[in-house]
């Protein structure tokens, strides 16, 4: 029956230190809906998902599922519930297998023995009725993030749940994985499952949700039925305010190299024998951003890595005439900013504070320190500046521990960092992964403003509208090789599209078709 009330969250109130991250919020999903809950970076959207999986427990307000309460004291609970979860960041064993993952907690056992032809059956029917292909018998570390999602979902449906919450599921899918996911999705609705689909991609909610609940600073602001609002309407709602969702800028005046690579090329790690990046060559100039596209795993993490210092690699780079090919991670660091692409392993020491971490290239600067010791003021005041520029919200300002933030603030935080060392290379790995649009809006703004002030970009984005609207040139990389440089100008998604699929290349001739 249309219209009845599958779980009810009602006055749900959830304390943090410093920080109120659910204010009396109350969402209802019924029964064969999918539901979007929509807000920016910290309003509270995982963390309300987070109660009704039982990962916390509120300090006030009640659940109900079909009207009865209960108690959630764990995700346990919510699995006996049908409750399930695909998280933003999966929890996945990496040395185990697919299967050995899906069936983990929820074993089918005769006899005190583990049936695991049963199980596989099982999985295998479930992914074949999906279309959710995955190679069982695979460790999980050497599968790609789209295949480690698509075993996060067959892991709930196996556990046969009908109320399934997912959590920024598409971050880190390509373009055609997230038109893939939007189908299923829909598909388990049909079914009569009910989903909670907590997301602040527009396009993509309007696509799917049926109605959309907005959240602001941990506050609900209310919700809408998509069929009656629009993409403005609900950035407003979201951020409080008229949102660009376009980037204005002028057009480039590219000056002097400053990135000059020639010939470049990285092992591949593990047993594979292909270089992961092969003899790439390009180069980029001063006031111009110029962006590396490609499907996720075709290099672009490899390339970003050696040419940063973390990984060795073979080839030339010079960076403003220098020649840095052997030169020390410090060492290039001196000439160039890094937004690297993981931000807990590479972008921030997690448990150092907000205003540690700010600092953590500089603090041995002549600003920050005299006679080898740190000037804390100095680091406080700095810490502020940026914190206030940049809007980057914690329970705690400048002593909240790095941990504790937001997905969306931790990035803020790395952004405002490298940004303001003011050096002639940015480069920008998936600078605003996770981020709402108004957080977007700010940061593509700083990048062109960087741009304009004759900095060299080099950008490295999955976000096929990110790649469109802010570079100024467009490299494809196809396992490991540039195939193809385009003119956002000039060019239209599904070329693009085209290119990062292996479908068609530079120089003419056609590829393999993907």
């Known amino acids: 029956m249309e219209g009845e009330n599958i779980i009810e969250m009602l006055h749900i109130t959830k304390e943090f230190p410093g920080i109120i991250a659910n204010d009396d919020i109350t969402l209802q999903l019924r029964k064969g809906e999918i539901h979007a809950l929509l807000g920016e970076n910290g309003a509270g959207k995982s963390t309300l998902m ?3 999986f039982g990962l916390y427990q509120p300090e006030k307000g009640i659940i109900k599922k079909n009207g009865e309460e209960v108690k959630i004291h764990s995700p346990n609970d919510a699995t006996a519930l049908g409750i399930g979860m695909v998280h933003q960041h999966f929890k996945l064993i990496d040395v185990f297998t697919v299967l050995d993952n899906i069936v983990l907690g929820a074993e089918t056992t ?27 018998d695979a460790k999980v570390e050497d599968i790609t993030v789209g295949m480690q999602q698509r ?13 399934l919450i997912f959590d920024e599921p598409t971050a880190v899918l390509t373009p055609q994985e997230i038109d893939e996911l939007m189908a299923t999705m829909k598909e388990f609705a049909k079914e009569g499952k009910s989903i909670l689909f907590i997301s602040h991609k527009l396009n993509e909610i309007m696509a799917v949700a049926d109605r959309v609940t907005v959240l602001r600073k941990g506050k609900l602001v ?20 008229p949102v660009q969702l376009e980037v204005h800028k002028e057009p480039a005046k590219p000056g002097e190299v400053v990135l000059d690579v020639e010939g470049f090329s990285v092992p591949a790690k593990g047993h594979h024998k292909k270089d992961a990046v092969r003899d790439v060559s390009f180069q980029v100039r001063s006031g111009e951003i110029v962006c590396i596209a490609g499907i996720d795993g075709n290099g672009q993490t490899e ?59 500089r603090f041995r600067e002549t600003e920050f320190q005299h006679g080898g010791f740190i000037d804390q003021k100095a680091v406080r005041q700095y810490a502020e500046k940026l914190i206030d520029q940049y809007d980057v919200r914690s329970g705690q300002g400048p002593v909240t521990v790095a941990r504790s933030m937001s997905g969306g603030n ?14 002639p ?10 981020l709402d649009v108004g957080a977007i809006e700010y940061i593509h703004a700083q990048l062109v403003k960087e741009r304009d002030a004759g900095k060299a970009i080099l950008l490295v984005s999955l976000e096929l509208d990110e790649v469109m609207s802010l570079s100024d040139r467009i490299l494809v990389m196809y396992e490991g090789e540039i195939v193809g440089e385009l003119d956002p100008k000039e060019t239209t998604v599904q070329e693009l599209g085209l290119y990062m699929a292996g479908a068609k290349r530079m120089n003419g001739k056609e590829g393999e078709s993907a």
């Open 222 to 241: 209310g919700t809408v039925n998509t069929k009656d609002t629009d993409k403005q309407s609900l950035s407003n709602m979201m951020v409080g305010r």
């Open 110 to 136: 005769k006899l005190g023995f583990l049936q695991k032809k049963e199980a596989r059956k099982k999985v295998e029917e479930l992914s074949q009725r999906y279309g959710m292909k995955v190679d069982l």
């Open 425 to 434: 290379l940015v480069v920008a790995v998936q600078p605003t992964r996770g």
């Open 410 to 423: 931790q990035q803020k935080a790395i952004i405002a960092r490298e940004v303001d060392r003011n050096k």
């Open 151 to 163: 075993v996060e979902i067959l892991k709930m449906l196996y556990r046969d749940n009908e109320i």
């Open 303 to 361: 390339f970003i890595h050696g040419l940063t210092g973390l990984d060795k690699a073979a080839g030339k780079v010079k960076l403003c005439g220098r020649d840095i090919s052997h030169a020390s991670i410090r060492e290039r660091g001196e000439n160039m900013s890094h937004i690297p692409e993981d931000r807990h392993k590479h972008g921030l020491v997690l448990d150092f504070t907000l205003e540690q971490n700010l600092v953590l290239q």
């Open 50 to 52: 987070s109660v009704l």
